[in-house]
């Protein structure tokens, strides 16, 4: 399983291109339009969510509601396109010259060998999140054929933390207009008031569980096949992620190894069990059975109200910012974005591991995996 997107923040609109999803997966639109809405929402957004009513098109790869193993090609309209076409090829009116510290502009410009930023912030903008949360939703779809899930929510907002727990139910995290399942959620809200009364922006962490999946998807047989390093790499690669840890992370540096590790024992039954996860479900680049859990840090966003110090790159002259219509903070709707770019590398891996042409097929392979792991457990095999 591939994909690929393409799309700038104002543009027409946002496109994606999965291949690899295998025949018969039945599509439920809806569910894709709802996890969309949910990157829209959380408390903290900025008023182009009152614009952009995301809802995903499928222009190819499923007919009747089933995929049909071809190609799907995916596209999402950019309702603010329309307040933007009369001068989105106008390159004096749509001209941005002083590059926010922080956010791709300055390199981007430099690197490119453009006159300004517009062109930069287009495409590196996180408008390019809604396409790719659209391919985690048709990817969850297929996990959940497997009662595999993904649950990520909000646990820090600023200087406002709660305590992880695991196995917290989907439903309570949406309750909480900061998608934070935990009592001191509304702190988290007073925070997000604060820091927009100063013109400021917030960041925060995001605590995501997958659960259900077998032992054994990644490998150690090559670096970038270890799933520790696959999942990082997509969730770093969403904008605003400057950190990721599995299990118990850095905090594991401070332990000795009789205290770090997670000691296997067998039951009266002689099966595996485990009483701690430190390692976040995955040894050896390997799912061990255990959840798969694991952090994220989300910084504060660059474009601030209050402006930042750079510099006019026609002008060559010291300034401020200019301000671009953004969020005071993006930390609930990363959550969203985190849960959806972990879908699709989780998808990936299953795929390549238990894949065939058809959800039939690859549902064979998978029973067949399962049932060959479970006896070669068995202590009476």
């Known amino acids: 399983m591939r994909y690929l997107t393409a799309g700038e923040s104002h543009n027409k609109g946002l496109i994606a ?14 569910k894709i339009n709802n996890v969309l809405r949910l990157r829209q929402g959380g408390y903290g957004r900025g008023n182009r969510m009152k614009i952009e009513k995301d809802k995903v098109n499928i222009y190819s790869g499923v007919r009747g509601g089933y995929t049909t193993g071809a190609p799907i090609g995916l596209v999402i309209e950019n309702k603010d396109w329309y307040n933007y076409r009369e001068i989105y090829n106008d390159d004096d009116k749509m001209k941005y010259c002083t590059p926010r510290p922080g956010h791709a502009d300055l390199v981007g410009m430099y690197k490119y060998n453009l006159s300004d930023c517009r062109d930069v912030l287009e495409r590196a903008s996180a408008r390019e999140t809604a396409i790719r949360v659209a391919v985690g939703a048709i ?8 009662n595999i899930t993904i649950v990520s929510y909000v646990y820090s907002i600023g200087t406002i933390s ?72 997509q969730v770093m690669s969403i904008p ?75 002008t060559y002259k010291e300034t401020v910012t200019d301000y671009q219509r953004s969020d005071t903070t993006v930390v609930p709707a990363a959550s969203v974005v985190v849960s959806s770019v972990t879908a699709i590398e989780i998808a990936r891996v299953f795929l390549e591991k238990f894949g065939g042409d058809s959800l039939n097929d690859v549902k064979n392979n998978f029973k067949n995996y399962v049932r060959r792991v479970e006896r070669q457990k068995d202590y009476e095999n």
Request: charged share 25%; glycine share 10%.
């Open 240 to 314: 605003s992620v400057k950190g990721v840890e599995f299990g118990i992370g850095f905090k594991g540096s401070k332990l000795k190894g009789s205290q770090y590790h997670d000691e296997i024992f067998l039951d009266e039954n002689k099966k595996i069990y485990r009483i701690t996860n430190n390692a976040g479900g995955i040894e050896g680049g390997m799912s061990n059975g255990q959840h798969i859990c694991f952090t994220t840090a989300i910084k504060p966003i660059p474009t601030v109200l209050k402006g930042l110090r750079t510099y006019n790159v026609e």
């Open 162 to 233: 709660s305590a992880i727990k695991s196995n917290v139910p989907k439903d309570l995290v949406y309750n909480s207009p900061v998608y934070c399942p935990f009592d001191n959620h509304e702190e988290m809200v007073k925070e997000i008031d604060k820091a927009k009364e100063e013109k400021d922006s917030l960041g925060g962490k995001v605590y995501t569980e997958v659960r259900n999946l077998p032992m054994g998807l990644g490998s150690y047989s090559q670096w970038d096949k270890k799933l520790d390093c696959r999942l990082t790499s």
């Open 17 to 30: 291109i999965i291949e690899g999803i295998p025949a018969g997966l039945d599509i439920d639109v809806n």
């Open 139 to 146: 990817s969850e779809q297929l996990l959940e054929k497997f």
